[in-house]
């Protein structure tokens, strides 16, 4: 059984057991073309709701969870970090951003429907291609340009969904014995162990620009996962005006300019790790439109990511990331 639990908020953190999250603010990349990891520019401020039952709505207060400020058409990514290994479910509103398919409380592995943690150590939007995903923008529910709309033909929920479920007693204490086995070979081989690759005012999610990322497939057996001790949380997103309202705090500015930031040459960034292998793309996330294509936006030509300020994480890609037209 899921258990709906208060959150647990460190430092703009989210906790649910052993797993952490923050929403990270970014860049929103172009919708044309392919494009490395924006970074993160700061976590998103998190708030619980049940800390405002004089200003939050209803709706929100009897759903619980948490809220943070976005503006629209504002871009965001979840960063993970896990102290065991864990499984943790993703829904833009009430549709899973791994498998396109309906938010359900346990896990699947066929297609799978989570993503695995620690390997996975963020996720810039939802599992639409082969190698790349299309990143996490918001937008206004009732706007049609929801993925949650797009997919269901309804936007009633919005906001972000998660559900962590941790090993199993068993399953835990044979990895604690495994980790321990991997200290004692690289200490007797003397050799350096590296870290793991680690409308309306409310906000729904929709598909941005196409980036490089991956989503690793789950070599865990699902019988390995605690589904009695799972733990969920739902993340409503604010726009600035109901933040102000709800909180009584001003909301953060907007992000810097994508074509002020490159032509400055900050970094932007590669992850890749050879050992993993790669969900398919989801058939159903592959057909969702862009919030350009369905709120019918021009955009303006974009500066080039110059490749040399692009850094690689986790080792050497397989191919390049370039812009181009698709």
Not at 58 to 70: F, H, Q, T
Not at 185 to 211: F, H, I, K, Q, Y
Request: some cysteine.
């Amino acid at each position: 059984m899921t258990q709906s639990t208060p959150a647990k908020i460190v430092s703009d953190e989210l906790g649910l057991g052993p797993v952490m999250v923050n929403f990270q603010r970014t860049l929103r990349i172009p919708e044309t073309g392919l494009h490395p990891l924006p970074p993160g520019l700061g976590r998103f401020p998190l708030r619980r709701v049940a800390d405002y039952p004089d200003t939050a709505p209803a709706e929100w207060l009897s759903r619980g969870g948490v809220m943070l400020p976005i503006y629209q058409r504002e871009a965001m990514w979840l960063s993970f970090s896990a102290s065991e290994p864990a499984a943790l479910q993703i829904g833009v509103g009430k549709v899973c951003a791994v498998s396109g398919l309906p938010w359900i409380e346990h896990l699947v592995g066929d297609p799978q429907n989570y993503v695995a943690l620690p390997d996975q150590p963020w996720l810039d939007g939802i599992n639409s291609g082969d190698g790349f995903i299309r990143q996490f923008v918001a937008v206004p529910l009732g706007s049609g340009a929801t993925v949650e709309g797009q997919v269901t033909g309804e936007e009633t929920h919005g906001g972000v969904q998660l559900r962590a479920v941790a090993l199993t007693e068993q399953a835990l204490a044979a990895w604690h014995a495994a980790q321990a086995q991997q200290e004692l070979c690289c200490e007797d081989m003397n050799v350096a162990c590296g870290p793991p690759a680690t409308g309306s005012a409310d906000m729904g999610l929709g598909a941005g620009g196409r980036m490089r990322q991956e989503v690793y497939v789950d070599d865990r057996p699902l019988a390995d996962y605690d589904e009695n001790g799972a733990l969920r949380v739902f993340v409503h997103l604010c726009s600035a005006a109901q933040w102000a309202a709800i909180t009584g705090e001003v909301p953060p500015p907007t992000p810097v300019d994508r074509d002020a930031y490159v032509d400055a040459g900050l970094p932007w960034f590669d992850y890749y790790d050879a050992d993993a292998r790669d969900l398919a793309a989801s058939k159903i996330l592959a057909n969702v439109k862009s919030v350009a294509k369905k709120l019918g936006n021009e955009e303006d030509p974009f500066l080039p990511v110059d490749p040399k300020t692009v850094v690689t994480i986790g080792g050497a890609s397989h191919d390049m990331v370039t812009d181009g037209e698709w």
